[in-house]
T-cell receptor
Framework: SQQGEEDPQALSIQEGENATMNCSYKTSINNLQWYRQNSGRGLVHLILIRSNEREKHSGRLRVTLDTSKKSSSLLITASRAADTASYFCATALYSGNTPLVFGKGTRLSVIA | ETGVTQSPTHLIKTRGQQVTLRCSSQSGHNTVSWYQQALGQGPQFIFQYYREEENGRGNFPPRFSGLQFPNYSSELNVNALELDDSALYLC????????????FGSGTRLTVV
């Protein structure tokens, strides 16, 4: 079963616009991670946010976490064509000895 | 620092056959996890090895098995292949069971015919 559900399933924007993807999950977590996947290749780790954190930044990426609502969002600012990919949130229930539970992902298309 | 390397990149097998997929973990990482990703879906956890011991398993039958070696590289073995085993198999390594996130390989695309 999948713990996280990303929303929307697909998103198409123009280059330079911001892209926001949301993730909801069902149970308490230790941390939540966002990954990017280009066209059936491996996943690239973007950001890890712990349950006691509310916001993290990495370059053009901003992630928020609301544990009371069991939700997270990923904001990509000033998007580029190279940002076109699928984005997955994954939750880790405990600090160790725990698998990542992925959602089905958001497919982002950035049009030049 | 090397990343995670998986081999082979693509593989075609016949139903009923057996397959072994290999993964070299990132230098310094002692944990390896395997995931199965069907087309259009998110990755599903198969199992995890930590310091050569299996310490977590997802909802996969016993014909999915694995090993982790002293150098922390790993193998995934699948016996009696079924058509539904066709998927992208991803290996991920981490330090201390994923405390700071995982590094994924590019995957092995397995097609069962």
């Amino acid at each position: 079963s999948q713990q996280g559900e990303e929303d929307p399933q697909a998103l198409s924007i123009q280059e330079g616009e911001n892209a926001t993807m949301n993730c909801s999950y069902k149970t308490s977590i230790n941390n939540l991670q966002w990954y990017r996947q280009n066209s059936g290749r491996g996943l690239v780790h973007l950001i890890l946010i712990r349950s006691n954190e509310r916001e993290k930044h990495s370059g053009r990426l901003r992630v928020t976490l609301d544990t009371s609502k069991k939700s997270s969002s990923l904001l990509i600012t000033a998007s580029r064509a190279a940002d076109t990919a699928s984005y997955f949130c994954a939750t880790a229930l405990y600090s160790g000895n725990t698998p990542l539970v992925f959602g089905k992902g958001t497919r982002l298309s950035v049009i030049a | 620092e090397t990343g995670v390397t998986q081999s082979p990149t693509h593989l075609i097998k016949t139903r009923g056959q057996q397959v072994t997929l290999r993964c070299s973990s990132q230098s310094g990482h002692n944990t390896v996890s395997w995931y199965q990703q069907a087309l259009g879906q998110g990755p599903q956890f198969i199992f995890q090895y930590y310091r050569e011991e299996e310490n977590g398993r997802g909802n996969f039958p016993p014909r999915f098995s694995g090993l982790q070696f002293p150098n922390y590289s790993s193998e995934l073995n699948v016996n009696a292949l079924e058509l539904d085993d066709s998927a992208l198999y991803l290996c991920a390594s981490s330090l201390e069971q994923g405390a700071n996130g995982y590094t994924f390989g590019s995957g092995t695309r397995l097609t069962v015919v």
